[in-house]
């Protein structure tokens, strides 16, 4: 990990205005993106943007590699985040080509994308509501400062049917989305401004039947390391 400098304790606001907006155009003049008309928040969905068999190998991934899903400060025990996840390896070839293809609808520096994540949610277990941005005043700022900075975009893609509940509820929205093999969920954790977006507090509702399979990618103000 490279030194910090003074500026990398800073999100840089300015370039977070300048990548939402060539995103933003970039998804307009996509004709496979929705994208969802909210107030408060930047949303866009691609149906069909995973095979059921990517989606089939991508949940055996997951199975492999699912441990109980870290949360920065706060415990598992605490029941805030009960999901099972882990990093998919980003030299498996599948992997490696679904992380080239979000990268390429989004128009975005590859080197400036986390490794993808998979996340499993068995009966009972949620995600209670949180942003996917960081808080720049918490003690784990200047760690992430230094791993590329702000995040910018999230990229989430649903798996599988899941029996009951298991729905992602974008709070402030009042936007409730059932999860749909193959879809992709693209939204701007910041404003047009480039400042952290509160209306991004989403939540993964507990799974009331079944098993919820997704794969989440977050990507940077700069190369995440």
Known sequence: MPPMTMSDLVPDQSALARLGEAVRK?????????????EG?????????????????????????????????????????????GDLDPADPLVAAISARIDDVLGVPAETGEHIQGQRYREGQEFKPHNDWFYTTESYWPQ???????????????????EAGGATFFV????????????LLLWNNALPDGQPNEGTLHTGLPVE?????????WYRTRKWC
């Open 26 to 38: 970039r998804l307009a003049a996509n004709p496979a993106v929705y994208h969802a008309n909210l």
């Open 41 to 85: 928040m930047e949303l866009y969905a691609i149906g069909g943007f995973l095979s059921e068999q990517e989606c089939a190998a991508l949940c055996g991934m997951i199975d492999a590699v699912a441990k109980p899903s870290a949360l920065h400060k706060v415990d598992y025990a605490s029941g805030f985040r009960t999901s099972y996840s």
């Open 144 to 162: 992430e400062a230094a791993r590329g900075g702000q995040r910018s975009w999230t990229a989430m893609a649903y798996l599988n049917a899941v």
């Open 172 to 183: 402030r929205a009042g936007l409730s989305i059932a999860p749909t093999p193959g879809v």
């Open 209 to 217: 039947r079944g098993t919820k399979y997704i794969i989440t990618k």
